[in-house]
C-alpha cells in the first residue's frame, strides 16, 4: 500500500513539474530550435543614465521568421530585424544584436542567453555587408521575396524561398502590425492650449547632403536636405577646421551623434592659392576619406583572407562622412563635412608629412604604420597618412601622392592640385620610407620591407628617399 501511494506521489510530482514547465515555455530540449516568429525589444544605439543601459524604444513585436531546416543563426536575426525596421532606420544603418540591455553584442548565437526575446539596436554601418554589388543585389531579391514570391522563384536561397512563401500572408501581418505599434503621444491640456500659438521655429543649421558613389566614381545630384541641432561652441579646432557638435531626427540620421566641420578663415585663403574653390575642396576631403577607409577595408580583407585576424586584433577602421552644403546668413552657400562623431581620447599617429607621432610602442599607432606601408605596396604612387582618430576609428585622413598635378597624358587639366592642402607629396612619401621599420602587423598583412624592396632595384632607402625629394 505504502508502495502505491508512492507512485502516486511520485506520479502526482511529475506531472506537476510538466505542467509549470509547460506554462513557463520551459523545455529539456536545448539549442536553437526555429521558431515561426521572434519577439524582438528595440533599444536605443547608446547607452545612457547611471546604469548605462540601452533604453527600450517602443514596445516589443513579433517578428515573422521562416521555419527552415537551416539553422539559426545571428546572420539570419539581423536580416530579419533590417528588413522588420527598415522604413525607421533607412539603409545607412545595420542591426547589433545584444545579450540584454546593458549588452555585449553577440556575434554566436550562442551567446544569447534566451532567444524567446531577442535585444537589437541599430547602428551607422561602417563596413556593411551590402555594400557591394553581389550583397546589394542579394538583399533586393530577399527583401522582393517578401513582398512578391511569384518575382523571384528558384533562384533564391534555400531560407529566401521560405519568406517568398511565407510573404503571401505577411503583407496584411505586417499592417496590421504597424497599425498596433503606433501609439498616439498622450497631449496634456497645456499642451493642446499651446497647440492654438503659433510655435517658435527652432535655431537649426539646415544642410544639403550631396553622396558619393564609390563604385562609379560620381557625385549624386540630388540632395538630402535635413536639419541640425547644431552646438554653438566647437568641441576641437585642427589646422584647417573646427568641429561642432550635431544631432539630427531624420529617419535615416537620428541614431547617431554628428559633428559638423567648418574651414578656419587661414584654411579658405590657402585653398585658394592652390587653385581650387571651397566646393572642390570639400568634396575631394571626402573622396580622399572614402580611398582612406578603402585601404582599411583592403587590408582588413587580406588579413581575414591569411588567417590572422586573431593575432591582428581589431581593425582600423574610418567613419561615415558626407559633402554638405549650408546657406549662411547672407544667401551664401558654406561647404562643409558631416562626419559620425567619435568618443573617446583624440591622438595623432603620424602625420601627414610622413612621420610618427607617437614614441615608444603603442599597439594603435603599429596598425597605422601598417597600413601606411600597405597603402604604398597597393598603389606605388600615394601615401595614407595623417592618420589620426580615438582608438581604432579614425578620422580627417591625407593623401601625399607622387605628384601634385595631373600629367597631360592623362587626360585631364594638368593645372589641378590632387586631393587636399595638406598633400605633403614626396616629401611625407619618403619622410616614411626612409623611418619605417616593418613590425609584427605588417608581418601579419604579409607586406615586403622596404629595403628587400629597393634591394632588387638596386637602391638604398637613402637613395630612394632622396630621389623622391628631388
Not at 540584454?100 to 544569447?112: A, N, R, V, W, Y
Not at 539630427?248 to 541614431?255: I, M, R
Not at 581575414?304 to 552657400?333: C, P, W
Not at 602587423?441 to 630612394?464: D, K, M, P, V, Y
Request: with cysteine; charged share 25%.
Amino acid at each position: 500500500m505504502s508502495k502505491n501511494k508512492r507512485n502516486a506521489s511520485d506520479t502526482f510530482r511529475e506531472m506537476n513539474e510538466r505542467l509549470t514547465a509547460k506554462r513557463q515555455g520551459k523545455s529539456k530540449e536545448k539549442g536553437t530550435k526555429r521558431k515561426n516568429e521572434l519577439i524582438v525589444q528595440r533599444l536605443a544605439s547608446d547607452v545612457s543614465g547611471k546604469a548605462q543601459k540601452y533604453v527600450r524604444e517602443g514596445p516589443r513585436v513579433f517578428e515573422p521568421f521562416p521555419v527552415t531546416d537551416e539553422e539559426l543563426t545571428i546572420d539570419l536575426i539581423k536580416r530579419a530585424c533590417e528588413d522588420h525596421f527598415s522604413e525607421q532606420i533607412g539603409p545607412n544603418f545595420e542591426c547589433n544584436v545584444l545579450a540584454g540591455q546593458q549588452g555585449p553584442s553577440c556575434t554566436s548565437i550562442d551567446q544569447l542567453p534566451d532567444i524567446k526575446l531577442v535585444h537589437v539596436r541599430f547602428v551607422p554601418s561602417r563596413t556593411s555587408r551590402f555594400q557591394d554589388t553581389k550583397s546589394n543585389t542579394e538583399f533586393a531579391t530577399w527583401k522582393r521575396a517578401r513582398r512578391n514570391p511569384v518575382d523571384v522563384g528558384d533562384n533564391l536561397p534555400h531560407h529566401s524561398r521560405s519568406y517568398a512563401a511565407k510573404s503571401e500572408v505577411a503583407e496584411p501581418v505586417g499592417k496590421a502590425r504597424e497599425r498596433d505599434e503606433c501609439v498616439p503621444m498622450s497631449l496634456s491640456l497645456t499642451d493642446m492650449l499651446r497647440l492654438g500659438k503659433l510655435g517658435t521655429p527652432n535655431q537649426t543649421t539646415v544642410v544639403k547632403m550631396f553622396l558619393f558613389d564609390l563604385e562609379t566614381l560620381t557625385w549624386g545630384q540630388v540632395p538630402i536636405i535635413m536639419d541640425f541641432q547644431e552646438g554653438r561652441d566647437p568641441i576641437g579646432t585642427g589646422a584647417f577646421r573646427s568641429a561642432y557638435k550635431a544631432k539630427t531626427k531624420h529617419a535615416q540620421f537620428s541614431a547617431a551623434n554628428w559633428v559638423i566641420k567648418r574651414y578656419l578663415q587661414r584654411t579658405i585663403d590657402g585653398i585658394h592659392t592652390l587653385g581650387q574653390t571651397l566646393e572642390q575642396h570639400t568634396r575631394k576631403v571626402v573622396q580622399m576619406h572614402l580611398l582612406a577607409r578603402n585601404f582599411a577595408s583592403q587590408l582588413e580583407k587580406r588579413i581575414m583572407k591569411n588567417h590572422m585576424q586573431s593575432a591582428f586584433g581589431k581593425f582600423l577602421k574610418y567613419n561615415n562622412i558626407y559633402y554638405s552644403e549650408v546657406e549662411g546668413e547672407t544667401d551664401e552657400r558654406k561647404f562643409v563635412t558631416i562626419e559620425e562623431f567619435i568618443e573617446g581620447q583624440f591622438r595623432k599617429y603620424i602625420n601627414n608629412n610622413g612621420e610618427r607621432c607617437v614614441k615608444g610602442s603603442d599597439i594603435v599607432c603599429e596598425k597605422a604604420e601598417c597600413l601606411a606601408h600597405f597603402s604604398y605596396e597597393k598603389s606605388e604612387k600615394l601615401i595614407l597618412v595623417d592618420i589620426q582618430g580615438c582608438g581604432h576609428d579614425m578620422c580627417d585622413p591625407e593623401i601625399a601622392s607622387a605628384e601634385l598635378h595631373y600629367s597631360e597624358e592623362q587626360g585631364d587639366d594638368p593645372k589641378e592640385f590632387l586631393y587636399c592642402a595638406g598633400n605633403m607629396s614626396t616629401q611625407a612619401i619618403g619622410q616614411f620610407v626612409k623611418s619605417h621599420k616593418c613590425n609584427v602587423f605588417c608581418e601579419l598583412a604579409g607586406l615586403q620591407e622596404f629595403e628587400a624592396r629597393f634591394a632588387q632595384s638596386n637602391l638604398t632607402i637613402l637613395q630612394f628617399s632622396q630621389n623622391f625629394a628631388n
